[in-house]
């Protein structure tokens, strides 16, 4: 994760590395979706702030080197506090929500911030990744057209067949 | 009172069933003023948008989510009640509750009223349900029958666009329509979910009990109030579009957000009545109406409103205007509220009691394969069959709801479903669980929300005289008007109905080879608990309140007549689900829609009537 990324990064020299290249990289591993899907949703630059705004640099510093002593891998990570900072950044990439943290894990970052849930944005809900685990689309947010309802669903056998009866 | 504020009518609540009223007397060139408690921001196309960005950034995505608080006149939110940890509830917000189970259902104080979050579901109810008292011993009985209200059916179907397959609801439920008859909209595809229940349950005889009575299962599509394909059959009817922006929303898209906004405005709301009143109708917007004033000899001068700028600091001014009919439309709750602030219509001692909604009972589970979930309305077809019949006498009947959006009802799907397999409880002092990461949750996740089946068994509710609202002077809203308090709980003969359609859920569920994951258990998320015969339940509000101010024959034992005129004031109208003595199994507003467009031509009547002049015509003369 790229913290000493400045705030705003309006030109960018050329051949420098895309957009918080460490942050993608990390929620790739806790997501399950490519770079591609992620940088798709418009939310990387957000989702990075609203992490570090949450946690702060120190914690999400002690964070990286965890994962990384982890191999890489969330589900080896050893730490709780560490375990429920990668459910809360997954948490934001699936739904657009910033959850409340373990009671046990706020009281160890000291957070000054109140514990609450909170949609990140109005954009960031309808950008949410678990619509897309079950080939659904975000309520109020995706018109895909007059009884495309009746279809299966991508991805089925039903699809295949055609129809089920 | 100023000379200028007179007019030929005055209807109070720009909702579904007073927008309907207003346009049919202001067609018939009557002067109109139609008063409304709550704000029009949401008619234009900002104000909606601002209304959609509102619902998308709230954590809970309850029906009233995407509209702003109003202090002035608020509205009751599904999220006032909190479930106690051992059973019990307690009740936060607008409403005072009293009663042994809450009252879980909300409303809208808007303009365009609850029609702006409802599903939009539209069937009519069945012959059977306006006799009950006399067929099957419980609640009460209409004082008209079906045929009495077929005509404005028709009519209501018109006005509020609706789609459906008329030859499948009279053969497959028994409803009668003139031969020929044609919805305005063919019917509104079958989601593949119903399809595959269709597949498995059709012709499949099933009985709820070994011994108890049989019936033959059967997936019927539900009539909508949303545009679809216009039927060439019914006269040219051109689907009725957003209001705020022009040629848009005339087909429905699929968004899957109905309740609590559609978001091309593809389904009827009450604004579309609005867009289309001729111009003798006058809207008066953020005019809370707190008192009918009356004269000695009972009839009705007009109404008392309270006049305020600002939704969120509401000073007021009170005004007043007067006409020779004065129509209630405010919804059922707040029709018997303003009876109730005025002291009138109550010789009966009806006005607030018979209370219902229709109590809802889920159930959830995991189909073996992918049902395409969270995809198109929010249901497309139900089964029909458990509707009416003999059972009726015993238990309450109900209507079975095929979910097309998951678990979201019962669990908050898929939001909780992504909370519980990162480990996420609901406590936060809690120790969470491991979590999964990567593709083993988005693998996980995909296969188990893919699945999800949900049915919504929605009971009738049977008029009981405790069930009631009231008012207590000691708490006010902002404005000084005592806040309504409910008082209810559901009889017997309902939670045996409750009983019997768990039952047969599980029925349904073995028959489908789903794997049954229905769950009820007292705490926050559940006022709606309760044990009966040794077994845990736990109903929903559907929000179809009814009954308040209750129609009948009797001066004696209702309070409005068949023409929804108050019985004790001959130029004072409540219309609205208030009105219905029963409430069967069909969602409520078609058949309050029909009623409210057949008072509308008494009011009519009533007008002419009192303009007629009072000269006596000579026999055999011309005039
Ligand atoms: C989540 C949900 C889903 C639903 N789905 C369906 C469905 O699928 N099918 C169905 O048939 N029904 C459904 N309903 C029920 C349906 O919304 C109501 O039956 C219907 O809207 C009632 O119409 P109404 O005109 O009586 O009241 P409303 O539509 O609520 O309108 C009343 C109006 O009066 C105004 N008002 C209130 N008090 C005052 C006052 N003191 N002075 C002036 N104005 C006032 C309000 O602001 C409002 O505009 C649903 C309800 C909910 C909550
Ligand atoms: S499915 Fe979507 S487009 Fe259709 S009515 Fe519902 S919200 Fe509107």
Redesign the interface.
């Known amino acids: 994760m790229d913290t000493q990324h400045p705030a705003t990064t309006a030109h960018e020299p050329p051949g420098a590395p895309p957009e918080c290249a460490g942050f993608v990289e990390l929620s790739v591993r806790l997501t399950g979706f490519d770079e591609f899907d992620l940088r798709g949703t418009g939310m990387v630059r957000l989702y990075h702030d609203t992490t570090l705004e949450q946690l702060g640099r120190a914690a999400v510093g002690r964070f990286l080197d965890d994962l990384a002593a982890a191999g890489g891998d969330p589900g080896a990570l050893a730490d709780e506090v560490s375990r429920d900072i990668a459910r809360a950044i997954t948490h934001l990439w699936y739904l657009g929500v910033w959850p409340s943290l373990a009671r046990a894990t706020h009281a160890a970052l000291g957070r000054g911030t109140p514990n609450t849930a909170f949609v990140v944005s109005p954009e960031a809900w309808t950008e949410g990744l678990a619509w897309r685990t079950f080939h659904g689309h975000p309520p109020g947010a995706r018109p895909p057209g007059f009884g495309t309802w009746a279809d299966p669903p991508p991805g089925t056998p039903d699809r295949a067949a055609g129809d089920v009866a | 009172m100023t000379a200028g504020d007179r007019h030929d009518v005055i209807v109070v609540g720009a909702g579904l069933a007073g927008s309907l009223v207003a346009k049919h007397l202001g067609d018939r060139g009557r002067r109109v003023l139609v008063l409304e408690a709550g704000t029009r921001t949401l008619d234009t196309w900002p104000g909606h948008l601002d209304a ?8 809970a ?1 309850v029906p009233n989510a995407p509209y702003r608080p109003n202090a002035a006149a608020p509205s009751p939110d599904v999220l006032d009640l909190e479930g106690l940890p051992s059973g019990g509830y307690r009740a936060h917000g607008y409403f005072l509750q009293d009663g042994p189970l809450p009252y879980a259902s909300d409303y809208l104080r808007a303009c365009g009223g609850t029609t702006l979050h409802w599903m939009g579901l539209v069937p009519r109810m069945h012959p059977d349900d306006f006799a009950v008292r006399a067929d099957y011993g419980y609640g009460r009985d209409w004082p008209l029958g079906y045929a009495d209200l077929e005509p404005h059916y028709r009519a209501a179907e018109h006005a509020l666009g609706a789609a459906g397959d008329a030859d499948e609801q009279r053969e497959a439920i028994g409803l009668p329509f003139p031969p020929g008859y044609a919805y305005p909209m063919r019917a509104i ?4 979910l119903d ?2 229940l ?2 498995r349950l059709d012709g499949v005889p099933l009985r709820e009990t070994p011994d108890g009575p049989g019936t033959v299962l059967r997936v019927v599509t539900t009539p909508h109030a949303r545009n ?2 216009p039927d060439p059959r019914h006269d040219h009817y051109r689907p009725a579009g957003a209001t705020g922006l022009p040629n848009y929303g005339e ?7 109905c309740v609590p ?1 559609c ?2 405005q593809a389904k009827y709301d009450a604004r579309k009545t609005q867009a289309a009143w001729s111009h003798r109708v006058t809207l008066r917007a953020r005019a809370v109406v707190n008192r009918v004033l009356v004269a000695g000899d009972g009839r009705v001068l007009g109404v008392e409103y309270q006049r305020y700028d600002d939704p969120a600091a509401p000073a007021h001014t009170t005004r007043t205007a007067e006409a020779d009919v004065v129509v209630l439309a405010a919804h059922a709750v707040e029709n018997a509220r303003l009876l109730l602030l005025s002291g009138l219509a109550n010789s009966s001692d009806q006005v607030g009691r018979n209370l219902m909604d229709h109590p809802t009972l889920l159930t959830w589970g995991l189909l073996n ?9 929010g249901s ?1 077809s139900g089964l029909e069959c458990f509707r009416t019949g003999p059972a009726r006498r015993a238990r309450a009947p109900f209507r079975v709801e095929i979910a ?2 998951g678990w979201s009802w019962p669990t908050g799907a ?2 909780s ?3 519980r397999l ?3 409880g609901a406590e ?2 809690a ?2 669980g ?10 996980t ?2 296969h188990e ?2 699945r999800q089946l949900c049915l919504q068994f929605a009971m009738e509710q049977d008029a009981e005289s405790r069930n009631r609202v009231t008012l207590d002077p000691r708490h006010r809203d902002a404005l000084g008007n005592p806040r309504p308090v409910l008082t209810y709980d559901l009889s017997e003969h309902v939670k045996r109905g409750i009983a019997a359609a768990r039952a047969v859920s599980a029925r349904l569920f073995a028959l489908l080879g789903a794997d049954d994951r229905t769950a009820y258990a007292p705490g926050p998320a559940a006022p709606g608990w309760y044990r009966f015969e040794g077994r845990d339940y736990v109903f929903q509000g559907a929000g179809h309140a009814a009954g308040t101010h209750v129609m009948g024959d009797s001066p004696a034992t209702s309070v409005v007549d068949p023409w929804q005129r108050c019985w004790d004031h001959p130029n004072l109208y409540a219309v609205g689900c208030g009105s219905m003595p029963s409430v069967g199994t069909s969602n409520p507003s078609l058949t309050m829609a029909a009623l409210a467009l057949r008072s509308a031509e008494a009011v009519d009547r009533d007008l002419a009537e009192l303009r007629r002049p009072l000269v006596v015509r000579q026999p055999g003369g011309s005039s």
């Not at chain 2, 087909?251 to 957000?257: E, F, I, T, Y």
């Not at chain 2, 394969?369 to 309305?377: D, H, L, Q, T, Y």
């Not at chain 2, 491991?434 to 593709?439: D, E, M, N, S, Y």
Request: charged letters at 15%; one cysteine or more.
């Open positions: 959609l960005n509102t619902y998308y950034a709230a954590l995505k595809p079958r989601s593949h399809r595959l269709a597949a679809g394909t087909r429905c898209v699929g968004n899957a957000s906004i978001p091309v394969r992918p049902v395409g979930p969270f995809r198109g309305p497309t097309n959006w898929p939001a479903d992504v909370a990162l480990g996420i936060p002092g120790p969470r491991a979590g999964l990461f990567g593709t083993a949750l988005r693998e996740l995909g929300v893919g």
